[in-house]
């Protein structure tokens, strides 16, 4: 009870937002402040914040408030939904898509099967599971832009470059045409560092792409072990798989953050 107490706590700023901000709810306290501007009243307007805050209160209060605002189907959760794994180019990331979109056909499944008392229970972990495939979405994304930008970069010829132009420093004698070659090996230096951190940055996407596969692929069985349990499973149970999945949504959303660098990656070749 605790750790189900625990993740209401930790999603409530979010679903008292969306409440908040909610378009009825909004026009209610304004038309309430409009009114009472229009009467300089001090009632109405006291009315209007009472009306305001009973309907914030009815949201918070109601179970489907909170699915559909935890479900993710705002238009930015929507359009964070998994790319057709048909449209990507790079394999790598095709594949674990594939794997990601099939696992989650097969959680799917098991979760009809469950009764509903699990399902029930399982209400904040599936919503921490539309926040990971969000954030799957965007790694592929981002995935598939660094591995198309390498692919139009060759390293081996910025190599190249680097060591020609040390060696034309070294082979001049004037000294204005020694610091421009110092310059351009510098350049090439910082060019060929970027590219390293790129390639690095794209191989931790991959990792993390096939951290969510095999955390997606290992559910159904998770879900199929509380069935059997029913009502013998614990809710210590069902929070420590809400805890694994926050504390992985967490770890995500900082690497997508180290990643706001790459972002727009603008390197000379």
Do not use: C
């Amino acid at each position: 009870m605790a750790e189900r107490e625990s993740a209401l706590v930790r999603h409530f700023p979010r679903v008292l937002a969306r409440s908040a901000a909610g378009a009825v709810n909004l026009t209610v306290a304004g038309a309430g402040a409009l009114s009472a501007a229009a009467l300089h009243s001090w009632p109405v307007l006291a009315l209007g914040g009472v009306a305001y805050a009973a309907l914030v209160a009815w949201d918070l209060a109601t179970p489907g408030f909170w699915r559909e605002t935890l479900s993710g189907n705002s238009k930015e959760e929507v359009s964070a939904r998994l790319p057709d794994a048909d449209s990507l180019r790079d394999a790598r990331v095709r594949d674990a898509v594939r794997a990601i979109a099939a696992a989650r056909a097969q959680l799917e499944r098991t979760l009809k099967e469950a009764p509903e008392s699990v399902r029930s229970h399982l209400e904040l972990v599936l919503s921490s599971l539309h926040e990971l495939e969000g954030r799957a979405a965007r790694l592929a994304v981002r995935g598939e832009e660094l591995a198309r930008f390498l692919g139009q970069v060759d390293p081996g010829a910025v190599r190249e470059q680097l060591r020609l132009a040390a060696q034309q420093a070294a082979g001049t004698r004037d000294a204005e045409a020694r610091a421009q070659y110092e310059s351009a090996r510098a350049a090439r230096e910082e060019q060929l560092s970027a590219l390293v951190d790129i390639d690095a940055a794209r191989e931790r996407v991959l990792a993390n792409l096939s951290r969510i596969a095999a955390t997606y692929q290992g559910l159904p069985a998770k879900v199929m072990r509380l069935h059997a349990l029913d009502a013998q499973a614990t809710e210590s149970m069902y929070g420590d798989l809400n805890e694994e999945l926050g504390r992985m949504n967490g770890e995500l959303g900082a690497f997508e953050e180290t990643l706001k660098s790459f972002h727009e990656v603008r390197v000379g070749t």
